[in-house]
């Protein structure tokens, strides 16, 4: 199904009247999808030029994050609170950035890895900079209305407690819709509410997971090769480690 709805657009893309078109894919699960050359061959069969790129971000954010969003969501039911045993569940490898350049490197296609910030949630420096490194314009309409939809610690611990008291009726088929919908609707409710504080990381939650990807992120600066010297690169690096913000 993905790959008829990717030629339509490929397809749409090649009848405009205009010398040049660029069409970008989202996917946040890429990092983990199965046969990757394959999904690279079918890319690279559709289009003249690939590009696949990927955002780093520090990994004590992307695993706080991650964990958030499967607390969010009705088809992650083991993740009904923010927690550290929520964290610890999602460091397995997830973030091995090494891992992620290695799968997506090969012959007649680029790969481009752009490092992320916490700052950018709050400014379009993320785009300024995918920008730079790839040479495609972002519309300003594309990220003028953009908005964090994070929720507070205390918001994910309501939405994880009403899943966790609809877990029972999961496994019954017309319950489940009834369920699905229940959440969503209290979800939708609680994601319009003024974001409270924010779940933040302990010291010892935090330095677990650097710990825990040490060696990976080195790999990883290993790989990156005379990339890692740019500015940009050298902040990353050096924010991995740098002591919490208060």
């Given at each position: 199904?993905?790959?008829?709805?990717?030629?339509?657009?490929?397809?749409?893309?090649?009848?405009?009247?205009?010398?040049?078109?660029?069409?970008?894919?989202?996917?946040?699960?890429?990092?983990?999808?199965?046969?990757?050359?394959y999904i690279v061959k079918r890319l690279r069969q559709m289009s003249d030029k690939?590009?696949?790129?990927?955002?780093?971000?520090?990994?004590?954010?992307a695993v706080l994050s991650v964990t958030a969003h499967r607390v969010q969501s009705w088809i992650s039911p083991t993740f009904i609170r923010p927690d550290n045993d929520g964290i610890v569940r999602g460091t397995r490898k997830r973030f091995q950035y090494d891992a992620y350049v290695n799968r997506w490197s090969g012959s007649g296609h680029t790969?481009?890895?752009?490092?992320?910030?916490?700052?950018?949630?709050?400014?379009?420096?993320?785009?300024?900079?995918?920008?730079?490194?790839?040479?495609?314009?972002?519309?300003?309409?594309?990220?003028?209305?953009?908005?964090?939809?994070?929720?507070?610690?205390?918001?994910l611990t309501r939405l994880g407690e009403l899943k966790r008291k609809l877990s029972p009726v999961r496994s019954i088929p017309l319950l489940s819709s009834v369920a699905e919908w229940i959440f969503s609707a209290a979800r939708q409710r609680i994601q319009k509410e003024t974001q409270g504080p924010r779940?933040?990381?302990?010291?010892?939650?935090?330095?677990?997971?650097?710990?825990?990807?040490?060696e990976s992120n080195a790999r990883f600066k290993k790989l990156l090769g005379s990339a890692s010297r740019r500015d940009d690169w050298q902040r990353w690096f050096a924010e991995l480690d740098a002591p919490l913000k208060k």
């Open positions: 199904v993905i790959e008829r709805r990717l030629e339509k657009i490929v397809a749409k893309a090649r009848r405009r009247n205009v010398p040049d078109v660029t069409v970008v894919l989202v996917a946040e699960a890429l990092n983990v999808a199965p046969f990757p050359d690939l590009e696949i790129v990927f955002f780093a971000r520090a990994q004590s954010a790969l481009t890895v752009i490092p992320y910030f916490e700052d950018d949630r709050k400014t379009d420096g993320l785009m300024a900079r995918f920008t730079r490194y790839t040479g495609i314009a972002v519309p300003q309409s594309a990220t003028a209305t953009l908005k964090n939809a994070s929720l507070g610690k205390d918001q779940w933040t990381l302990t010291a010892h939650e935090r330095r677990e997971i650097i710990e825990r990807y040490r």
